[in-house]
């Protein structure tokens, strides 16, 4: 049998392969996969990272964040696409996408070390890395990290957690806020006036955060809470005078 060598179609570097996250409709080939290559076994969509080639799912990679750092994790490629770039395809995509260190268990170090990763001591690894070194592959895995870390990605990373967090808590604001002015005074269409723009607004976030432009999503819920502050100091809004979610009057 004739060896293959970089020139054999076989061992090229696969043409027209690309890096998505993963769709529902991936999950049969995920876990296929995950099978042939004896990994632990799961979909779990907002994580995973799938390699594919003429419409078809050829390799996975998952990608945790683990409240301050990442763990990647369930590297696998189909047998017969092994030795292609598509496992290196799927680590450095999956390293653009963190913005923290990277940490990682795993039995092929010499792999991972082409990327950047160091062997480091248990002790270094997050709680979580710990239990599991001790739970499924102790005295078979090192534990590796890498110091990954997208300044951009963090930034946009922070600004996506602030926002959904101003967003529940003006969502709260709103649900509490009574109108108290006088029905037939000035001060009634004053007050109705703030809260229709504080609710304009808080529609203008919902809108921006669904469509992933997070700068304006943030600027409108602050806005919202903001009508909705100067209402409650005007005196306009009963409050019950809930200091937590509104900037009272001393």
């Known amino acids: 049998m004739k060896a293959l060598t970089s020139r054999t179609p076989e061992r090229r570097t696969l043409a027209k392969l690309r890096l998505r996250p993963a769709l529902s409709r991936d999950h049969a080939a995920v876990l296929a996969i995950q099978k042939e290559a004896a990994l632990e076994p799961g979909f779990d969509q907002k994580e995973l990272l799938v390699a594919e080639h ?3 799912v050829v390799g996975c990679l998952r990608l945790k964040f683990l409240g301050d750092c990442f763990e990647l994790a369930s590297l696998g490629v189909k047998r017969s696409y092994q030795g292609r770039g598509v496992g290196t395809l799927l ?13 990682l268990l795993t039995r092929e170090s010499s792999f991972f070390a082409r990327f950047g990763f160091r062997i480091i001591d248990t002790p270094q690894l997050p709680s979580e890395l710990k239990r599991k070194l001790e739970r499924v592959c102790k005295n078979e895995a090192v534990a590796m990290a890498v110091d990954a870390g ?4 963090k930034t946009m990373r922070l ?3 602030k926002t959904k967090k101003d967003i529940g808590v003006t969502k709260r604001a709103l ?6 002015a006088p029905v037939r005074s000035h001060y009634r269409k004053v007050a109705e006036d703030f809260l229709n723009m504080a609710r304009s607004y808080y529609s203008d976030a919902l809108h921006f955060l669904k469509n992933g432009n997070m700068v304006l999503a943030f600027a409108a819920v602050n806005y ?5 502050d100067a209402g409650a100091r005007l005196g306009l809004f009963d409050v019950d005078e809930d200091d ?3 900037t009272l009057a001393e």
């Open 54 to 56: 003429r419409g078809k």
């Open 91 to 103: 680590v450095r995509g999956g390293l653009e996408r963190a913005d923290e260190r990277v940490f």
């Open 150 to 153: 997208n300044p951009t990605l």
């Open 159 to 161: 600004l996506r957690e």
């Open 175 to 180: 649900d509490k806020v009574r109108i108290v």
């Open 224 to 228: 919202a809470h903001g009508w909705l």
């Open 244 to 246: 937590q979610l509104f």
